[in-house]
C-alpha cells in the first residue's frame, strides 16, 4: 500500500486513500448471504430471514400429509369484535376445509398464536411446548400456531413438518403475509402472539419458549398478558 502511494502524484494521494476507506466500509456492513433456504440467529435465539424454494403442490400429497398430520379443526368462531386486530382477514387452514376468518376464529376465548416456519430450528425446538401447554390449557386458553410468509412452503411439505413434531394445533398459512403485515410483525422467528378474548393483541412476543413454567415461561407470559393461569 505504501510503495502505491509513493507512485501516485501528491495531489491525488488523499482522493485514493478516500476512495479505499469507501470500500471497506461498503465490505463491513454488506450484509453476508446465506443462500436459499438458509438462516442468520439473532442474539436471543430467535431466526432472523430465509427463502425456500416452491413447486406446484400435487393435491394428492397435501391430501395425504393433512392425513398424516391429524391436525385440529381451525376454528371458525361467531361474531366479529370491533376490537379484534383480526378483522377482515381470511387466512387458509393448513388442516383443510375453507378459508378461515380470522376476525371470527380468534375472538370469544384468550388465544395464543405461535408463528413458525419450517427452515427456523427454534420454531422446532418449541413448538412441541405449544402441544403441551394446549393440552394443559384445555377450555381456558385457544392455541393456535401459523406459517409465516418468509420462507413459506407447499402445504405438504408444512403438514409433514407439524406431524413429525406431533403437533396437532389448528394452523393456519400466512404464506401471502397478510397477517404479518396488518400487525407489522418483525420477521424473526418463532414469534407469539398473545390475543385477548375480544380479538385485541395484548403482547407480540419475538422469542423462544424452553419453558412452560418459571421466569418467562409460556404459562408466565399467558398469566402476565392475558390474566389466565394454565
Known sequence: MANLLRRVPPSARWSLVLLIVVVALI????????GS????????????????????????DVAAARAAAGLEPCPTGTAVSEQSAFKGLTVPCLGGGPDVDLG?????????????????????????LFQQFADRAAGRVRVVTMQAPRGAVNADVALAFLAELHVRLPAFDDSAGTVFKRLQLPQVYPITVLVRSDGSVARVLPQQFVSLDGDRGLASEVHTYLGVSA
Open 27 to 34: 465490505v463491513a456492513i454488506w450484509p453476508n448471504s446465506t
Open 37 to 60: 433456504g438458509g438462516s442468520d440467529m439473532s442474539s436471543d435465539g430467535v431466526t432472523v430471514g430465509s427463502s425456500a424454494p416452491q413447486r406446484p403442490a400435487d393435491p394428492n
Open 104 to 128: 371470527s376464529a380468534l375472538t370469544g376465548m384468550p388465544t395464543v398464536v405461535n408463528i413458525w416456519a419450517t427452515w427456523c430450528g427454534p420454531c422446532r425446538e418449541e413448538l412441541p
